[in-house]
């Protein structure tokens, strides 16, 4: 069920009829105000300047051609040629009986298209730290609301899991089985990679055999390849339990790392040159882009193979644009890597497009992100100035919140408060996250994210759980819900509207990319649910039909809440 795109439908047609270009729209959104009615049209300003007719007079035109039928109570026209739509109650009312006899919430079923979704990408032999969030909380959300509207989702984990430190790493690990140390060390990443950097500054026969491994390596050496795939493993599986802890859809069969692309590197190379694309410059083999100018207004050139012979960053993600174009057959592509990749993912994007390795039919989008601050509104380290391991932080967050939660709940028993604290503490963190448009650095702040006040975790948790006490107090079935919905409070009128808008905020997240329009969404939902409640008794309704409409008003909440945190990625309970 989606009014704005019915609505849109209908009064583009009138548009048409009355004589408007078939290019133009009738840009049908959401009302700001209540007084211009639930939704307004704005497009036939637009429409009656390219028929150069006066907008009011066309808007009385698409009036008296618009057929809306029962939807709307009443259709005005204001200003200079606003049309407002007033959403006729009875409507409305019939359509939440459908929304909650219809599977899904009722969300219109979409063209199927194959999205990749690229995030998290941490890199091997290192911990995930705090830099790693954003990118796996805000990628994993899209990925479940694009799948939920039935897009077929590959999420792509672009692991950092190749470079030259692969030989120092290898020799390292060699090290330590010899000694017996057997893998105790890669318990601890961080230790681990610093220890094997410490022989390789310090050990001159280490570093020597460090180089001959990266060589080897690189041309498939069996024993090479075995230590390497050690090291990824075991820094994947680690990472896999901060992915189930942070109840994020990845698996370990979406890793898709660098090194997948290793093989169609040097042909990439060769056919940008053949292209007349890349050129010898200084040794080194260069793209340059008139579109980016270095200060001198010369255009700047992007370096896709070292002198050495090495291939960088970039030619990785040429080749990585172009697989997923070509091999895994994307209809979007979506990236979520913070602002300062920006330049670097626009360079490659310009630099496929001119190779013709990804059409211009096919989206590539960067859905960046800014940084997470400290409350001193510098980058979120540690006391001691560190970076923050995520593991650290998921501990502190689940830690706060049994805290606040005991406190709270002094009878109740231990181990639902150890239940209720991973769901609420990791819930808070993701949610605060989640809910600020992404686009801005944000300030991490666990006094903000865990109040029971206000757009957080813990309030939407808290009143999903206020809506099923309802029922189970009054032990309710769904199913003796049988009588047609009926509506006169405007309490109830508000909250049925607002219940019908789901798919609104589902397919704008989809579209942006941008998951705080659904917290929003859920935000403004709970709180229209709260003066619903507080004005309308919804067990002592005057008649039956009443109360059974307030019930399935309710129940068509709690069911939208939870659906709505679940495409974030939100725990909810029963009970808190
Ligand atoms: N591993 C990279 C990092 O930690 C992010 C990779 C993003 N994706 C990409 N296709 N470049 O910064």
């Known amino acids: 069920m989606n009014i704005q795109v019915l609505l849109s439908d209908k009064v583009n047609q009138a548009l048409i009829a009355a004589g408007a270009p078939a290019d133009c729209e009738a840009q049908v959104r959401q009302s700001a105000k209540a007084q211009f009615g639930n939704y307004q049209v704005n497009g036939v300003m637009s429409a009656a300047k390219k028929l150069g007719m006066p907008p009011r007079q066309l808007a009385e035109k698409v ?31 019939g359509q939440i009986d459908l929304v909650l006899n219809a599977p899904e919430l009722g969300v219109t079923a979409v063209e199927p298209q194959t999205i990749v979704i690229d995030y998290s990408a941490p890199n091997v032999a290192k911990e995930m730290h ?31 899991d190749w470079g030259t430190q692969f030989g120092m790493l290898i020799a390292y690990l060699e090290k330590m089985q010899n000694e017996n140390a057997s893998d105790m060390g890669l318990s601890d990443l961080e230790q681990f990679y610093r220890q094997a950097k410490k022989y390789y500054d310090e050990d001159s026969e280490f570093a020597a055999r460090a180089r001959a491994y990266v060589v080897k390596l690189q041309g498939g050496d069996p ?47 060769a056919d940008l040159k053949a292209k007349g694309l890349a050129v010898e410059s200084e040794g080194a083999i260069v793209v340059f882009l008139d579109e980016y100018q270095n200060k001198d207004g010369e255009p700047m050139g992007v370096i896709i193979q070292k002198k050495d012979g090495g291939y960088l960053y970039t030619t990785t993600d040429l080749a990585c644009a172009k697989y997923r174009y070509e091999t895994l057959g994307a209809n979007r592509v979506l990236y979520y890597t913070d602002s300062r990749q920006h330049q670097h993912l626009m360079q490659v994007w310009a630099i496929v497009r001119k190779a013709g390795y990804v059409p211009e039919s096919v989206s590539l989008e960067h859905h960046l992100f800014g940084m997470m ?60 996250d989640l809910s600020k448009s992404r686009t801005t650095d944000y300030i991490f702040d666990w006094n903000n994210m865990l109040a029971f006040e206000g757009n957080t975790a813990p309030y939407m948790q808290y009143a999903y759980t206020r809506i099923v006490s309802v029922f189970k107090r009054a032990g309710i079935d769904e199913s003796s819900l049988t009588l047609p919905l009926v509506m006169s409070e405007e309490h109830e009128i508000a909250l049925a509207t607002r219940l019908l808008q789901f798919e609104e905020a589902l397919t704008a997240v989809a579209r942006e990319g941008t998951p705080h329009i659904m917290c929003s969404y859920l935000y403004e939902l709970a709180g229209l649910f709260s003066s619903f409640y507080e004005h309308c008794q919804i067990l002592n309704g005057d008649s039956e039909a009443v109360r059974q409409s307030r019930l399935k008003l309710a ?16 725990e909810t309970v029963e009970r808190m």
């Open 63 to 93: 009036l008296q051609l618009l057929e809306l039928g029962d939807i709307a109570s009443k259709v005005e026209i204001a200003g200079p040629g606003f049309i407002n739509i007033f959403l006729n109650s009875v409507w409305l009312a």
């Open 130 to 160: 705090v830099g790693h969030l954003r990118s796996t909380i805000i990628g994993d959300a899209a990925a479940r609301t694009l799948e939920f509207l039935g897009h077929n989702v590959i999420r792509a984990n672009h692991v950092g």
């Open 223 to 269: 024993y090479c390849q075995k230590m390497w795939r050690k090291l990824v493993d075991i820094t994947m599986a680690q990472n896999q339990l901060t992915y189930n802890r942070l109840n994020v859809t990845l698996t370990e069969g979406d890793v898709m790392g660098e090194s997948l692309y290793n093989a169609m590197l040097p042909g990439i190379v």
């Open 373 to 432: 601050l400290g409350k001193d509104g510098k980058p979120f380290k540690t006391r001691a100035g560190g970076t923050v391991k995520l593991s650290d932080l998921l501990d502190e967050a689940i830690e706060r919140a049994g805290k606040l939660i005991a406190g709270k709940n002094p009878h109740m028993p231990a181990k639902e408060i150890t239940q209720l604290a991973r769901v609420v503490g990791i819930g808070a963190m993701k949610y605060s």
């Open 555 to 570: 129940l068509l909440t709690s069911r939208t809440l939870k659906t709505g945190l679940d495409t974030l990625g939100i």
